[in-house]
C-alpha cells in the first residue's frame, strides 16, 4: 500500500494552525500512524489508529480520517513543533508516506 | 524503562554481507513484535522487515525479500537482522522498533537510536 502525504514541505508560524495529508493508495480501514521526527533523533509515535493520542502527546495534535484519507492537525503550531512528520499504515504490513517537513515561515 | 540499541552497523562493499543487533531491555521481549525500518540519508523512514513475538510469523518488504532475514532470541532479549547481496541503495540508518500491541501488527511505540550501514566500494 502506497501513502502519498501533502504538502512535502510547508511554512507555518508559531501559533498557526497546520494540516497534513495522508492518502492510502488503497483503504487502510483505520490501520494509521502519525509520527513526529527531528535531526538526529529516532522517529516518535504521535497518532495510532487514526484518531488516538499516544501516551504524553500534546493535545493540539489531532488525527482523522478512515479508509483512504487522513488528516493530521496541530491546532497551535510550537516551536518544539518543527520537525517532519510521516504517516504508517499498518493494514496490510507496514509502509511510510514520503514525510512532510515543518518550517518555520 | 524501555531500550532498544542496535549495533553492528558498519561500511561495507556492494554485494557483500553484514549482520544488524538490537539489545531490548526494560520490557518483556518474548510479548511483543519487533519491526527494521531504514532511512537513507535526507530521505524518509521506509520498512524493511517485521517478526512476531514467538518469531513464528516474519515479513519483508518486496525491496529486501529473499535477500534480508530477521531473527530473534526471546532467552538474550535479542532481534537481529541478516542482510546480504547489499546495494548502494541501502546505505542508511537501520532502526529496529518494536510494535506497541501484543498480538498484531500495530503502531511503533519504541525505536532505538539506529545504526548506520553504509554500502559503498
Known amino acids: 500500500i502506497q501513502l502519498t502525504q501533502s504538502p512535502s514541505t510547508l511554512s507555518a508560524s508559531i501559533g498557526d494552525r497546520v494540516t497534513i495529508t495522508c492518502r492510502a493508495s488503497?483503504?487502510?480501514?483505520?490501520?494509521l500512524a502519525w509520527y513526529q521526527q527531528k535531526p538526529g533523533q529516532a522517529p516518535k509515535v504521535l497518532i495510532y489508529?487514526?484518531?488516538n493520542l499516544a501516551d504524553g502527546v500534546p493535545s493540539r495534535f489531532t488525527g482523522r480520517g478512515s479508509g483512504t484519507e487522513f488528516t493530521l492537525t496541530i491546532s497551535s503550531l510550537q516551536p518544539d513543533d518543527f520537525a517532519t512528520y510521516y504517516c504508517q499504515q499498518y493494514n496490510s504490513y507496514s509502509s511510510f508516506g514520503q514525510g512532510t517537513k515543518v518550517e518555520i515561515k | 524503562e524501555v531500550q532498544l540499541v542496535e549495533s553492528g552497523g558498519a561500511l561495507v562493499q556492494p554485494g557483500g554481507s553484514l549482520t544488524l543487533s538490537c539489545e531490548a531491555s526494560g520490557f518483556t521481549f518474548s510479548s511483543f513484535a519487533m519491526n527494521w525500518v531504514r532511512q537513507a540519508p535526507g530521505k524518509g523512514l521506509e520498512w524493511v522487515s517485521y517478526i512476531s513475538a514467538t518469531g513464528r510469523a516474519v515479513y519483508y518488504a518486496d525491496s529486501v525479500q529473499g535477500r534480508f532475514t530477521i531473527s530473534r532470541d526471546n532467552a538474550k532479549n535479542s532481534l537481529s537482522l541478516q542482510m546480504n547481496s547489499l546495494r548502494a541503495e541501502e546505505t542508511a540508518i537501520y532502526y529496529c522498533?518494536?510494535?506497541?500491541?501484543?498480538?498484531?501488527?500495530?503502531?511503533?511505540?519504541?525505536w532505538g537510536q539506529g545504526t548506520l550501514v553504509a554500502v559503498s566500494s
Open positions: 522498533a518494536r510494535d506497541a500491541t501484543v498480538g498484531v501488527i500495530t503502531h511503533l511505540d519504541y
Open positions: 489508529k487514526a484518531s
Open positions: 488503497q483503504t487502510v480501514s483505520t490501520w
